[in-house]
């Protein structure tokens, strides 16, 4: 198994940018693909981005492309997630999650974090 540790949320002011880790043990991600999600209040939880296990193919949730960016660094068995030009709408608790291929539906992620709050002030 892998456990999932996400760090790096915040409270951040609109415009301002974050960088989200997630730190992986137990198993090198690297047979794994990687993706984020998030929930607002109320809200179900969404897809945000995924990686290929590699990091040969990124996939963005159409509303994030150009301010998001998704990463991963297998060595360091660690993924992120930068975040730019953030917005109040954003804010969320934001998952790391590890699946056997990179995609937008949740239930084809075996292993989550526990997440972590951003919080985009207006």
């Known amino acids: 198994q892998v456990q999932l540790v996400e760090s790096g949320g915040g409270l951040v002011q609109t415009g301002g940018s974050l960088r989200l880790s997630c730190a992986a043990s137990g198993r090198t991600i690297s047979i794994y693909a990687m993706g984020w999600f998030r929930q607002a209040p109320g809200k179900e939880r969404e897809f945000v981005a995924a990686i290929s296990r590699r990091g040969g193919g990124t996939y963005y949730a159409d509303s994030l492309k150009g301010r998001f960016t998704i990463s991963r660094d297998n060595a360091q068995n660690t993924v992120y997630l930068q975040m730019n030009s953030l917005k109040p709408e954003d804010t969320a608790v934001y998952y790391c999650?590890?699946?056997?291929?990179?995609?937008?539906?949740?239930?084809?992620?075996?292993?989550w974090g526990k997440g972590t709050q951003v919080t985009v002030s207006s």
């Open positions: 999650a590890a699946g056997g291929s990179a995609t937008n539906v949740a239930y084809e992620y075996g292993y």
